[in-house]
C-alpha cells in the first residue's frame, strides 16, 4: 500500500486527508489493518463497530 492514511474515527484506510465515511481527518500513524468483507457476520468488526466492508487500521495513534 502506497501512503495510507487510516481515519481517528472510524479507523478506515483511504489515501485521502478526510474520511470519506465519517469526514474525519485521517492519521498518518497507524498499525496492523483488517480487510472486512461481511461485517454482519464478521465477530472482528462487530467489536470494532464496522458497517461497511473494507479495509480498516487496527491502531491509530
Known sequence: M??????KNCH??????VCPNCSIPT???????????DPDSSQIAQKMNIKKPGKYALKVM
Open 2 to 7: 502506497k501512503n495510507v492514511n487510516a481515519c
Open 12 to 17: 478506515f484506510l483511504t489515501e485521502k486527508d
Open 27 to 37: 492519521s498518518k500513524r497507524w498499525r496492523g489493518y483488517v480487510i472486512i468483507r
